[in-house]
């Protein structure tokens, strides 16, 4: 009778470390799938809502987009089978940014070529200031005094001086 009840302690025992060991297992593999669910439904954009994820809204239409997102994950898909789904279902429009392909390039590369412009625009517009400038004041520097200008500015000079 010792005997039994000391097997079934340890049976007991090495049965609970079994249970504890698999449950960090599949812990761990749900951290991984978690990390996966929130940045797929992170890239995906709300059909009801305005400006937001389907991982920041609490919409029914994004609530049964993660949960499909959820199963999908679990199913053994990978991110990019995902988001097809997704685009095939709803069009491209449910993604956040759109592909950095075809006609999408465009709109990449818009604003970077935007900057680009203005700063060019800027440059060739402050140089031509300031050739102009340089060459009104040389214009100026290079005329010289008439009679009535030397006498007004002799007059300025003796007020000037008797203040």
Do not use: H
Not at 65 to 83: L, T
């Amino acid at each position: 009778m010792k005997n039994l009840k000391f097997y079934l302690r340890n049976l007991g025992g090495a049965l609970m470390g079994i249970f504890f060991w698999t449950l960090a297992v599949q812990s761990q593999d749900t951290l991984e799938q978690q990390g996966r669910i929130k940045a797929l439904v992170d890239e995906l954009r709300c059909p009801t809502c305005q400006g937001l994820s389907v991982k920041d809204s609490e919409a029914g239409f994004s609530v049964s987009i993660r949960n499909k997102a959820e199963e999908m994950v679990r199913q053994g898909y990978s991110d990019d089978e995902i988001r097809g789904f997704f685009v095939k279902r709803y069009g491209e429009w449910i993604l956040r940014a759109p592909p950095k392909e075809g006609f999408n390039l465009i709109l990449w590369a818009l604003p970077g070529a935007a900057i680009l412009f203005g700063l060019w625009m800027v440059f060739t517009k402050s140089r031509r200031w300031v050739e102009i400038e340089g060459k009104e004041v040389k214009q100026e520097l290079s005329r010289t005094l008439s009679e009535e200008e030397e006498n007004l500015v002799r007059q300025d000079l003796e007020r000037f001086r008797q203040s």
